[in-house]
């Protein structure tokens, strides 16, 4: 099916659907004239998705809206990740659509290097010594000290933009970095060896850090898995910033209840909120934050900017879009 028609700016109605991000708010600062309305929940999405010309969403979206869709022609995902639009359905209806992908590379990047940070020099226990108001001594065991990041190999597994971001980081801690990407013929960028996919678990060995920050694929679902994770030398750590489906979770556990890995920090999991009944609550070794590592002060704007370009390419009549993948 041909693209539905995109109406003139006067005519345009535009609904932002997320249950946290301001986006509403900050597009109305914009003051561009177009008309929208923000919903919070699924239910209102479902109520009022058809007055939308153009849909901003992320975790609301479920492929079942198309059909309450008639007038729906473009989708600015609030995600770089876009595993959860099927790109037939919405194609076979004649929506077009766009990730947010490039709006939280920086984000992300920064909040991998944090985690990083956090596991080498051991944060999370200093803040457990301070809840429970205990001074840690000298430790005189080498082994069982914070480390420094210098001479550390990292691997990254996805060398896109946040990868590619995160290894520019790493050299400035002077690490040593190892990339793998779908073609390697595109250079390593800031990364000293780059490899293709099929690579990784050659290079898993001689990781002091294994940072995923691909996106979730099929060839990159359990990427992680029991094979990966006995590759990791016993004092590696893993860092997941890509999606929960990457690792193999209930291998994961296995390897850090077990000693075979030293640590893991995880900001995306299998399911979302964690349930309390996780196993992953209860490992003493794993970091966990929320899905937050694109969660910024300037996120929305970031995404804004995204659409309001691909505006202008649609209204232009321009068949390519930023970051399109429908």
Known sequence: MSARPLPAKDNLTICFAHVAYRMGERFALRDTGMKSFEVRSLDDLKARIAQADVLLCSGLW???LIALAPRLAFIQSISAGVDQYSRDALAAA???AASAQGANER??????????????????QARDNQTAKKWRGMIGDIAKREDELGGKTLVIAGMGRIGSRLATLAKAFDMRVIATRRDPARGAGAADTVVGRDGLLGVLPEADFVALTCPLTPQTENLI???ALAAMKPSACLINVARGKVVNEPALIEALQAGRIAGAALDCVWE??????????SVPNV???????GETRRYEDNVIDLLLENLARLWRGETVLKNQFI
């Open 62 to 64: 479920r492929n079942e």
């Open 94 to 96: 004649g929506i077009r």
């Open 107 to 124: 984000a992300v990047a920064e909040h991998a290097i944090a985690l990083i940070l956090a596991l080498a020099r051991q944060i999370p």
């Open 225 to 227: 898995d029991a094979n």
């Open 272 to 281: 979302e909120p964690l349930p309390a009944t996780s196993g992953l609550w």
């Open 287 to 293: 970091l966990i934050t929320p899905h937050t590592a």
